[in-house]
């Protein structure tokens, strides 16, 4: 998240842009957009690819996403789009908030990973 809030206030700062302004090309609240710059929200990948394409900026780790790669083609295509993002995180960065048994041999998870840089 440290990342993407670096890179928008960056992109303000090369287009002159204040942050209502930013905001109003990204179709998101003003509160938002200094959420995303706070690091106190991410977000949505719609709205990095309007920036993306607006600003021209490039997030590395959501770039095939961004990019509009198909990712209904296989479910071994959308994993391996996701291995550089898990591979990055520590275990400081997940915190297990809460676990429910579903099967004999499963369960399900709620998360909450910390995105910071």
Same mark, same amino acid.
């Given at each position: 998240?440290? @990342? *993407?809030? +670096? $890179?928008?206030?960056? !992109?303000?700062d090369a287009h002159h842009l204040?942050?209502?302004?930013?905001?109003?090309?990204?179709? &998101?609240?003003? %509160?938002?957009?200094?959420?995303?710059? !706070? $690091? $106190? @929200?991410?977000?949505?990948i719609e709205i990095l690819q309007r920036a993306a394409q607006i600003? @021209?900026?490039?997030?590395?780790?959501?770039? #095939?996403?961004?990019?509009?790669?198909? /990712?209904? =083609?296989? #479910? =071994?295509?959308?994993?391996? /789009?996701?291995?550089?993002?898990? +591979?990055?995180?520590?275990?400081?960065? *997940?915190?297990?908030? $809460? &676990?429910?048994? +579903?099967? #004999?041999? %499963? &369960?399900? /998870?709620? &998360?909450?990973? +910390?995105?910071?840089?």
């Amino acid at each position: 998240m440290a @990342d *993407i809030s +670096k $890179k928008l206030a960056a !992109a303000c700062d090369a287009h002159h842009l204040t942050n209502e302004e930013a905001a109003n090309q990204l179709g &998101v609240s003003r %509160a938002s957009f200094y959420n995303y710059l !706070a $690091k $106190k @929200d991410m977000p949505r990948i719609e709205i990095l690819q309007r920036a993306a394409q607006i600003w @021209d900026l490039h997030f590395e780790y959501l770039e #095939p996403i961004i990019s509009r790669r198909a /990712l209904k =083609s296989s #479910p =071994s295509q959308a994993i391996q /789009l996701a291995l550089p993002f898990i +591979k990055a995180l520590r275990e400081e960065d *997940i915190q297990i908030i $809460k &676990v429910t048994p +579903k099967e #004999p041999n %499963a &369960v399900e /998870l709620r &998360v909450m990973i +910390k995105f910071a840089g």
